[in-house]
């Protein structure tokens, strides 16, 4: 019985742990190089390969290849860092929550 009853203590906190990341979105860090020098400084890679562009990214997280979890919601700004063409476009972002992916 005991041993029922922390199984099912430890289904639920991994249930919940579950729950509390679902509004996260799992991306990567890039520093895509120096703004005044052709890079558009740190961007967000997403799981599907889109890329966004943070209005601003806290310093502890400002490491290349970092692999995060992101809440975010769009400036309706797009943004591109290049003068010469093919220019690339980002849509700029504002993190609501950032926090190191630890899976």
């Known amino acids: 019985?005991?041993?029922?009853?922390?199984?099912?203590?430890?289904?639920?906190?991994?249930?919940?742990?579950c729950e509390k990341d679902k509004d996260y979105l799992s991306a990567t860090v890039v520093d895509t190089g120096d703004v005044t020098k052709e890079g558009c400084g740190y961007i967000l890679r997403m799981a599907d390969g889109k890329e966004e562009k943070p209005e601003y990214l806290p310093s502890d997280f400002q490491h290349n290849n970092l692999k995060v979890k992101v809440k975010i919601h769009s400036s309706g700004v797009l943004d591109t860092c290049r003068f010469e063409t093919p220019r690339k476009f980002y849509e700029r972002v504002y993190i609501d929550d950032i926090k190191r992916d630890l899976d």
């Open 1 to 17: 019985m005991r041993k029922l009853i922390l199984g099912f203590a430890a289904l639920t906190v991994f249930a919940v742990s």
